[in-house]
């Protein structure tokens, strides 16, 4: 062994350089990233463990990628009026600036849509999922929640295209199969219930710092960036604001038309300012840095838990619905940091000085917040519950006419829960000793129920809504299809 001892120590150097010369801005560009796998976490596999099988999973998706908000848009705009204003040069790096226009070719329509990456991104979840969980089989019905706006019930869409992929029955529609159930988006009637929580909490938005934050980070670094730009123009001027917004454009543009340019005219320093200005912002805006996040993710948190407990195809009490046993939920950017919240993740460090994160330098923790790994383009949490059993002895005897059970699906065998967050594992602080960094399953309903209840509160008391007609801190839309707190309606795909 010992003589291959430096052989193995060039490989791994080798193998750390192909990462270092692999640096990709477009898994460090915060909301703007197009979906990206994230890396594990603490080096945990992110396979199913040997001797185990997921029976029952539920997912909080971002919509797919999309076009610019109305707000970015008019911030490429004026970029583009600027470069269009001016008569200068540009050289080296920037020279592709004077050929350059902003990547939307039909104003009235895009902004906020969908892009053709979004679709595909969402189809190939349902691909993915349909085919590591095999969940529901074919001829059952599938049903999904989507918060109600056109890019994310566009994303859940999708998704069932690419999980069903058959069931569009034009000639006997009855048997199509696919439900998704929609409630009203970003509204303040419908308090927890709803996939936009984040809307139904009046004092949370007072507790968002994230824009001041952000903001307070980005005026350390985008000064120098404007200047080393601005020495490769005569004749134009670029200030903090257009560098801004030259970094999203990397996103964008990458996810809309393939143009990565933008992406080659930062230096890998400033892509890591850029990504810590968006952890910033969702941190101490959705996440945990804000004091009501956690009260405004508990709800969902909670449904779940419940439903993990009832397990596969049971409910939960006075329920009028069995949700299946893949339950999926999309919804916005700024809903997931709140489950995060409420799931008490990635607020406690092994290594000093991360939390709360600090305003004015970006601390050198491995596994720590980071809204690249959480809320770029079709970004998830998901809480996968596992039943295990020993592994598969390495030989293993097959008698006639007797299928030997896989590991995990007999009766009797221990039930586990696991967090994944763009698909890395992230444990849950203090049990994580089951297989994979899982956590029991009934230690995870006590850890809900306890500490993070707790951590929680009453969603009606810390949201300031006492004597609020129809106020509630409970999300019911999972068992009550339609559900008239969330006043939820359900439709049927394919929509004809
Ligand atoms: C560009 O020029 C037009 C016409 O003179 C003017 O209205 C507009 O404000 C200018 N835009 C910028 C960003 O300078
Ligand atoms: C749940 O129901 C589906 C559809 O009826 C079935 O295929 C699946 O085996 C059931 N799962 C469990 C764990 O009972
Ligand atoms: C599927 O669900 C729909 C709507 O809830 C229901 O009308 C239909 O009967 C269900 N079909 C099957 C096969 O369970
Ligand atoms: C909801 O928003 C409306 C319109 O902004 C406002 O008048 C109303 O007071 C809000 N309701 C709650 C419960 O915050
Ligand atoms: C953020 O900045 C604004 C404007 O300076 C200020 O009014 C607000 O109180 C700040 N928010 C927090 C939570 O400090
Ligand atoms: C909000 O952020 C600003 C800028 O970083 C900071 O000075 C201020 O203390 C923060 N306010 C709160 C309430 O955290
Ligand atoms: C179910 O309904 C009963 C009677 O209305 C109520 O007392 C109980 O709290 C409900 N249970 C749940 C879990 O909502
Ligand atoms: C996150 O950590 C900070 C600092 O330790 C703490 O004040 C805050 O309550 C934690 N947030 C949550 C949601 O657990
Ligand atoms: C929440 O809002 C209510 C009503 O505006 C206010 O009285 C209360 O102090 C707030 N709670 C916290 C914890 O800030
Ligand atoms: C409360 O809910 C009921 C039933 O959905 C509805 O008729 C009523 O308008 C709601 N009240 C308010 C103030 O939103």
Redesign the pocket.
Known sequence: MKAFGPFLIVAIWLVSCAFASTFNPLQHSGPASPYFDAPPEEGISESTPDGCVVDQAAYIVRHGSRYPEPGSFSGWQSLYQKIQNATFTAKGPLNFIPTWHPPVDDVPHEPLFLSSTGALESFELGVQLRKKYGLTSGGSNFTVWAAGQQRVVDTASYFIKGYLSQGNYLTAPDENRAFVVTMPDSVNYTFADSLTSSNGC??YS??NNGTNQSNAFRATYQTKIAKRLNAYLNGLTLVETDVGVMQDLCGFQAEVNGDTRFCDLFEKSEWLDYEYAHDLNYYYGSGPGN??SATVGYGWLKAVTDLLVAGPNATTANATFTPPPLIMSFTHDNNLPPIVSALGLWNTSHTAGVYPLPATRIPRAPFAFSASRLVSFRGYVALERLSCAAPLADTVKHTAGQRVALPGTAAGAQKYVRVRINNAVVPVPGCASGPGSSCPLAAFEQYVNGPRAAAAGDFV????L?GVANATGAVDFFTQVPSTNAQSSVFQLPVN
């Open positions: 009046p004092n007072g507790g004091p009501f008391k810390v949201c300031g006492q």
